[in-house]
């Protein structure tokens, strides 16, 4: 009994192995698939972007347990980031602005 670990090539003929024999290639790919790769990439850079913008935004708008929450729940971020400041920080933008 041939064990295959103890083989020097895994076909019986002596010159090895067929090298392009169909089961050793790789599948083809399909035609759209570098699009799709291309469109997955482009959408996951865009939303890292505006998770990241819109996080700030409502860091800067004084609704601090939002953006903190927000890295667990990024809906949060948007709804900070689209709602108004606290007044708090509507206050402490006004006087940066007159120093």
Do not use: K, Q
Not at 24 to 30: D, G, K, Q, V
């Amino acid at each position: 009994m041939r064990y295959w670990y103890l083989t020097r090539w895994s076909s019986d003929s002596p010159t090895g192995p067929e090298t392009d024999s169909p089961s050793r290639l790789p599948p083809p790919r399909p035609e759209g698939m570098f699009l799709m790769e291309f469109l997955y990439v482009g959408l996951g850079i865009l939303y890292v972007v505006l998770v990241v913008t819109l996080g700030v935004m409502t860091f800067r708008g004084g609704h601090y347990w939002m953006f903190w929450l927000g890295f667990f729940v990024p809906l949060l971020w948007i709804i900070g980031g689209l709602i108004e400041p606290t007044e708090a920080s509507r206050r402490a933008h006004a006087l940066e602005g007159t120093a």
